[in-house]
């Protein structure tokens, strides 16, 4: 995922103040909030994206993330 600067906000930021998260996500289309220094949510103006469209290399990612969350401590049993 590329982020742009003008499209991040921390999420104590976000919390905060609502309002200027969803400012950033009528002008750039989305807000992308941190959480640990890491983007964690994203905040979408549907208007500007009413479907969210993953290429396929980004939707592979998100299902191997998620199996490798899930079955950790398998993988590292098996790295022994």
Request: charged fraction near 30%; charge should be positive.
């Amino acid at each position: 995922m590329n982020l742009k600067t003008e499209e991040i906000i921390s999420i104590s930021k976000a919390n905060q103040n609502f309002s200027n998260a969803a400012r950033i996500a009528g002008r750039n289309g989305r807000a992308i909030i941190f959480r640990n220094n890491k983007p964690k949510y994203m905040l979408v103006d549907l208007d500007r994206a009413p479907v969210l469209e993953l290429t396929d290399d980004e939707k592979i990612d998100i299902v191997a993330a998620r199996i490798l969350k899930q079955y950790k401590a398998a993988f590292q049993e098996l790295a022994k």
